[in-house]
């Protein structure tokens, strides 16, 4: 057993949890790969059964490990993390493309349509019957969807937009890059929701299941909202990291 395991003053569960978790981190145990029996950990760490039980239950509730009657326990499937900045706004295409994270989107729909009412809350388009293109695209990774968004664009501000593909380019990067729009600020509302059958359907769980739901609102530098979007993401493949500045005090 490791020296340094003796000289911490944390309860041995949390030790266990700490060093199986720290294995993960390390790249040494990768995806799905089966961890050493109960049995072997108490051998290894000279700690009861029952401790090594309690480490490995608490990892398998959190997702990190999961079990296969018959066949032993083995470490989850790659949890994606989406860093949230209070100051400055990254789309999630952003962080996958600067994390390296081999994806795919998939164009499901892209419709001109009058502006819905829950988003033009956002938008404030001048009339209900002003048009907005609505796109609907699934991403994925390792085979598995982990994203469905829905896109509201106003047309007035980007004519010709609804003629564009946005399963190679992101749609704010199409902005920036085509439209000349110099992006703002954006708002961002996270809720637990329940899946509703097509998107359960789309993001590959169980109706009922519980998922993240993100609305996004985007402005441009002058403070038009340029985007309404809905976005759910599968709470067991992409979690949520918010990062924030501390301002010192002058006594500080």
């Known amino acids: 057993m490791p020296t340094s395991f003796n000289e911490k003053r ?31 950990l108490a051998h290894q760490f000279s700690y009861a059964r029952g401790t090594i039980r309690q480490a490995i239950n608490e990892l398998v509730n959190s997702n990190t490990l999961y079990r296969i009657h018959g066949k ?9 993390q989406h860093e949230v900045s209070t100051t400055r706004f990254r789309s999630f295409l952003d962080e996958f493309l600067d994390k390296k994270i081999d994806f795919e989107t998939k164009q499901l729909q892209c419709t ?7 988003v033009n809350e956002y938008l404030k388009l001048a009339s209900p019957s002003d048009k907005v293109l609505e796109v609907c695209r699934l991403r994925s990774t390792g085979g598995e969807s982990i994203m469905y968004s ?45 899946a509703e059958n097509h998107i359960a359907r789309l993001l590959e769980v ?22 309404c979007a809905f976005i759910w993401l599968r709470s067991d493949k992409l979690r949520i990291s918010i990062n924030t500045e501390k301002h010192l005090r002058a006594e500080d």
């Open 150 to 194: 829905e896109n509201h664009v106003p047309l007035a501000l980007f004519p010709g937009i609804e003629a564009m593909d946005f399963s190679k380019k992101g749609i704010y990067t199409t902005m920036e890059d085509v439209f000349g729009t110099s992006l703002g600020w954006s708002q961002r509302y996270f809720e637990a929701v329940k």
């Open 10 to 40: 944390v309860p041995r569960y949390i030790q266990i949890i700490d060093f199986i978790q720290g294995n993960i981190n390390d790249g040494l145990w990768g995806p799905h790969h089966k961890i050493p029996s109960e049995d072997e």
């Open 112 to 118: 001109v349509m009058p502006v819905p009412p829950k």
């Open 72 to 80: 032993g326990t083995f470490v989850g499937p790659q949890v994606l």
């Open 206 to 227: 169980e109706p009922g299941s519980p998922v993240m739901l993100a609305q996004q609102i985007v402005y441009d530098h002058k403070g038009v909202c340029v985007d």
